[in-house]
């Protein structure tokens, strides 16, 4: 693209428009510019223009043409087809895309050098500082859990701080960036903040050091009132009504508005912020939080919904706010739940109700955690019948929002997996050695601080079980589905892992699920500077994302082996029939304690409120015509074509089975 210097005349008509400039050979202009869009504007420093010929169609179909009227630009370069004004201050030290709207702002500019968000510390979990996560552009669920969780871990979390640091020298400048179609309107005081394309900021009360990543696959709107610091929102979020954020990220595709407020906060992927606040949280991807009195405070939580008037203490007024919590994928609080950190709460729990006794339940997934008499009650395993929890795992992965194709999170939305099954194991030995220690006719055990009814433990005893078995068949039937299964070496052919990785221990690394000694092995490769960037990290992140299914089926195979005493040489025909039968019949219990769950929403209980004016038979039909019939529920339908669905493959694959010799 050529530029030149302006013409005597073209000068001229600029003066004669209003205009001034402190060296009018400072200003290089586009070999088609023409200077009459260009009025009452005061130009300093060095000064590149493009071309002014499209017009801009407002909301209301307004049209305006591009130019540049009642405005002070400083060292700044404009694309084509630009419209700014009314700057009641003034524009410095910008690159300015084309297509770009800037009406009605307070002022636009660049002090100094800036690295727009990039390497602000953010004392996440800790409030007094030690787990502090240095963000950046493309900061992921995974960089941060392993720069925040591995402090024992000096040298890489050296080498971690030492990439981001790396990565914000090169994004280091004295000039902003505001890239193509961009629209900022009606906003105070911006300051040192990097813009995406197609971003949109309207209304925004003041924003200094961050970055707008926005993009055209999913563009970034900043609503009014907003007022953040030292941040980065990245591409597809919406921050919106008077929304306050003090050094925090903003994943893909969050949510936040209702005058949330954060500070020292994370939120990745597909979070949801409105009313309350947060402080110190590591909000994994899918953390919800909708209500005013709402305090998400030094924990981290993931695939949650916090209930209104929820909170957790992180200070016993002794040393400071230094104790930290964390609620494990899945969790939810009810209204006006409350932990007194340090605790640990297991994967798709139920928190109801006060609890002071710093518990670690996180060997007992999918339970209860109830109050009763200001004490600690867990009911292990109950959540595995809760229609709610089978809504949830198949609600998330419908309400991605993330448009942009370059993913920061490897998200797995799996509600049973190795992190979860090794969990029911390690939970099936410890009710077991309850049993042992106190007796079977003890009425109730204690563990971690907390009480276990006998009954709740022999019911948590059969619902792991059964959830074992369903993930086992589940794998199997899966790994089988494009086996021919004409003979038994066939099938041991196809049984066969494709990998002896993922053999032990597996970890929930920010929503991703992975095998531990992978995560070590990309930890040694960090400290033995193997790896030595950003990129090249979450590039193992992906491709460890990519290779779950075969890393998972390594995990199932092992535990098939151990829990029905198979081989790999000895496996035959009747025995995948036998693991089929016992799926089956796990599979459609399980999903019959759902539907009796799900009935519970219909019960007569549940039309107290309808037909205010009128009968019973009134008072069901209210009921009926605004929530529906039980039968006809899109959910219930849902489980029982689960039950057919079930039933009918596991015949297929029987029958089939039954073939062999």
């Known amino acids: 693209m050529n530029y030149r210097k302006l013409t ?9 428009q209003g205009c001034d400039a402190d060296d009018w050979g400072n200003i290089t202009v586009h070999t088609n510019f023409n200077p009459d869009y260009i009025k009452y ?9 493009g071309v002014f010929e499209e017009d801009f169609t407002l909301p209301g179909e307004l049209k305006k043409h591009a130019g540049i009227h009642h405005a002070c630009l400083h060292n700044c370069e404009l694309g084509d087809n630009v419209l700014i004004e009314n ?33 602000v510390e953010v004392s996440v979990l800790n409030e007094t500082g030690g787990r502090e996560v240095m963000i950046y552009d493309k900061l992921s669920a995974h960089f941060a859990y392993i720069l925040s969780f591995y402090r024992h871990r000096p040298i890489l979390v050296k080498k971690l701080q030492d990439m981001v640091k790396c ?48 993009n055209e696959y999913d563009p970034v709107h900043i609503g009014y009132s907003v007022i953040a610091k030292d941040f980065i ?3 597809g979020s919406q921050v919106e009504d008077g929304t306050m954020l003090t050094r925090c990220f903003v994943g893909q595709s969050c949510r936040l508005g209702h005058t949330y407020s954060a500070s020292d906060s994370l939120f990745f992927s597909n979070c949801q912020g409105e009313n309350g606040e947060a402080c110190a949280l590591f909000a994994g991807p899918y953390t919800v939080t909708h209500h005013k009195s709402t ?6 939580f993931s695939f949650m919904n916090a209930g209104s008037g929820s909170n957790q203490s992180n200070h016993m007024y002794k040393l400071g706010p230094i104790h930290q919590g964390i609620v494990e994928r899945g969790g939810k609080t009810t209204s006006n739940s409350y932990i007194l950190w340090p605790a640990r709460i297991g994967a798709f729990s139920l928190i109801m109700g006060r609890h002071y006794q710093n518990s670690d339940t996180s060997d007992m997934p999918f339970s209860y955690l109830i109050e009763d008499k200001n004490e600690s009650v867990l009911v292990p395993g109950i959540n595995l019948r809760s229609v709610g929890t089978i809504r949830d795992a198949q609600k998330f992965p419908k309400r991605d929002k993330r448009k942009d194709p370059e993913k920061l999170d490897q998200i797995n939305f799996n509600l049973l997996s190795p992190y979860t099954i090794q969990k029911m194991f390690k939970a099936i030995d410890i009710l077991n050695g309850l049993k042992s220690t106190c007796g079977e006719t003890s009425g109730s055990y204690t563990y971690q601080s907390c009480r276990i009814k006998s009954s709740s433990l022999k019911r948590g005893l059969k619902l792991y079980n059964m959830a074992i078995i369903k993930f086992l068949g589940n794998s199997i039937i899966s790994r089988l589905n494009d086996c021919p299964c004409a003979s038994n070496e066939e099938i041991r052919a196809c049984l ?23 995560i070590d092995r990309l930890i040694d490769d960090i400290e033995a500077e193997r790896i030595i960037r950003v990129d090249e990290m979450n590039a193992v992140f992906e491709q460890l ?22 081989s790999l040489e000895t496996i035959t025909s009747m025995d995948i029939i036998y693991i089929v039968e016992c799926w089956r019949d796990a599979v459609v219990e399980l999903d019959k304690m759902i539907y009796e769950d799900a009935k519970k929403e219909f019960s007569l209980s549940s039309h107290t409120g309808f037909g205010v004016d009128g009968d019973r038979h009134q008072q069901k039909t209210d009921f009926e015509q605004v929530r529906g019939v039980f039968e006809e529920n899109a959910f219930v339908e849902a489980v029982l074509r689960h039950i057919d669905v079930k039933t009918k493959l596991g015949g297929e694959l029987i029958s089939l089975l039954k073939l062999i010799n």
């Open 8 to 16: 005597a005349p073209e000068i001229e008509i600029l003066k004669n």
């Open 87 to 119: 700057v009641q201050n003034y524009i410095a030290n910008y690159r300015v895309g084309n297509n770009v709207r800037i009406q009605n702002i307070h002022h636009l500019y660049v002090e100094g050098e800036s690295s727009f968000g990039n390497g």
């Open 41 to 49: 504007v005061n130009f300093s420093g060095n000064i590149k223009l």
């Open 496 to 518: 066969k892992p494709d990998t002896d990785v993922g053999l032990n221990e597996w970890s929930d690394i920010g929503g991703m699920l992975a095998p531990r000694s992978e």
């Open 295 to 300: 305090l998400l405070i030094a924990g981290m």
């Open 167 to 214: 990565y914000t020298k090169e994004h280091t400048s004295t000039i902003g960036h505001i890239g193509n179609h961009v629209s900022i309107v009606n906003a105070g005081a911006i300051k040192n903040v990097y813009i995406g394309d197609y971003a949109e900021i309207e209304g925004a009360r003041h924003l200094e050091n961050g970055s707008i990543n926005s």
């Open 545 to 566: 994302h990519k290779n779950y299914y075969s890393l998972e089926w390594t995990w199932a195979w092992d535990k098939i082996q151990r829990y029905y005493n198979l």
């Open 233 to 235: 929102i990245s591409s």
